[in-house]
């Protein structure tokens, strides 16, 4: 649900305003200005279009640093991208979970796509190829709590606006997150997988994204009542993509970066300059099969 400023950083808000309004030549716009930055504490960048969005790049240079298993437990490692400049202060951060026999390599493109855009990713391998859910569940929460703790950036990272993604088992694994943890901001399955379809315990807005020739995790079976089966009062949608497979998230895919990063950027940085991408609603296309969701959001 929408944020709210702390009495402090209201207070924070009010004494810039007052001093903005004193300060020799200045104008109400410049006022205006401020005010809207002060209510917007968390945005990163400049204001979104819709080539911002579908770019391979955002505008944030982008360095990487690999974290060994060896160094880690409860996870097994991986990749963290983050922006290299700290002028705009702390990220929001992601960790990312591959799927069922898959390494960090399998999702790697989402790192430097999403961090050039004002996030903190990390891409994880997991303990064992072979790990269930649950399992990958818990140890995205782990590696997010590495990343906020213990890592080399977790000076850079803001560790109250988390969130989590993942593809097939690691799809699953990003609900199971979700369920331990309500503190999370944002969740993004892609081409989920798992044997429980019901999570009303979830209150983490929550973007679902199938695709409509999965025949490993057919939509009809695990996407689709995973989104219906969401709290009806949750920030929630499902986007099917459309001429696609269970593996397309393996490979960069506009369609997928663009909702995603909307997404992430709506619910974890509270950034409302990116709900014009999510609602209304985007139209079946090309790319889309179909999209469902509850707008407007953060109500």
Not at 147 to 176: I, K, P, W
Not at 197 to 207: D, F, G, R, Y
Not at 280 to 297: A, D, F, K, V
Request: aromatic share 8%.
């Amino acid at each position: 649900m929408r944020r709210h400023l702390s009495a402090y950083a209201a207070s924070a808000a009010v004494s810039a305003c007052l001093a903005l309004l004193l300060a020799p030549g200045a104008t109400a716009a410049d006022t205006t200005a401020a005010l809207v930055a002060a209510d917007n504490p968390y945005e990163r960048g400049p204001a979104p279009t819709q080539s911002s969005i579908e770019a391979l790049r955002g505008p944030y240079a982008v360095a990487e640093t690999s974290v060994s298993s060896l160094a880690v437990t409860g996870f097994g490692g991986g990749t963290i991208y983050y922006p290299t400049s700290t002028a705009d202060g702390t990220f929001g951060a992601v960790a990312i979970s591959p799927g069922f026999t898959a390494t960090q390599s399998s999702i790697a493109w989402l790192g430097p796509r999403l961090a050039s855009q004002g996030f903190v990713v990390f891409t994880i391998d997991t303990n064992s190829t072979l790990d269930q859910p649950d399992s990958r569940g818990r140890q995205l929460l782990a590696a997010l709590d590495y990343l906020t703790q213990r890592s080399v950036v977790r000076g850079r990272v803001d560790a109250s606006r988390l969130g989590v993604m993942g593809h097939s088992m690691g799809g699953g694994g990003t609900l199971e997150a979700a369920k331990s943890r309500p503190s999370l901001k944002a969740a993004v399955p892609l081409t989920g997988w798992n044997t429980d379809k019901t999570w009303p315990e979830i209150s983490t807005p929550t973007l679902v994204i199938g695709a409509d020739g999965d025949t490993v995790a057919p939509v009809a079976s695990h996407s689709e009542p995973f989104y219906e089966n969401l709290p009806s009062s949750l920030d929630k949608a499902y986007l099917e993509l459309n001429g696609a497979t269970h593996f397309t998230p393996n490979t960069s895919n506009t369609t997928i970066a663009k909702y995603s990063l909307s997404w992430l950027k709506r619910f974890i940085d509270d950034d409302t300059r990116y709900e014009q991408f999510l609602c209304p609603l985007p139209r079946p296309s090309l790319t889309i099969e179909e999209y469902r969701g509850s707008c407007p959001l953060g109500s």
